[in-house]
């Protein structure tokens, strides 16, 4: 497995833009499908996005399609977020899995300890 750290979180108003950063420990980290989720109070875990071990970009859900992108280099996942919005606030994850983990959380065998994001409107 792989220990991730998330950073990059904050406080931004709406409109306003964030980039989080995933870092991985561990030399197998490019073997990886390495996943974002996010979970607000009283909600479940929501899938945000999920990138390949080999790069390649797996589907992301409408709610941040065209405002979220995903990526990777070396041993760190990003997640950069435009045009942020107040229902974009939540703790967000990074995660690590095998080749099938693409958007289920029990897919991915590794979790950050998650950094808060929050959109003011």
């Known amino acids: 497995q792989v220990q991730l750290v998330e950073s990059g979180g904050g406080l931004v108003q709406a409109g306003g833009s964030l980039r989080l950063s995933c870092a991985a420990s561990g030399r197998t980290f490019g073997l990886y499908n390495m996943g974002w989720f996010r979970q607000a109070p009283g909600k479940e875990r929501e899938f945000v996005s999920s990138i390949r071990w080999d790069g390649s970009v797996m589907v992301n859900p409408d709610s941040v399609k065209g405002r979220f992108t995903i990526s990777r280099e070396r041993n760190t996942a990003y997640l950069q977020m435009n045009s942020l919005k107040p229902e974009d606030t939540a703790v967000y994850y990074c995660?690590?899995?095998?080749?099938?983990?693409?958007?289920?959380?029990?897919?991915?065998?590794?979790w950050g300890q998650g950094t808060q994001v929050t959109v003011s409107s």
């Open positions: 995660a690590a899995g095998g080749a099938a983990a693409i958007a289920k959380p029990a897919d991915f065998h590794s």
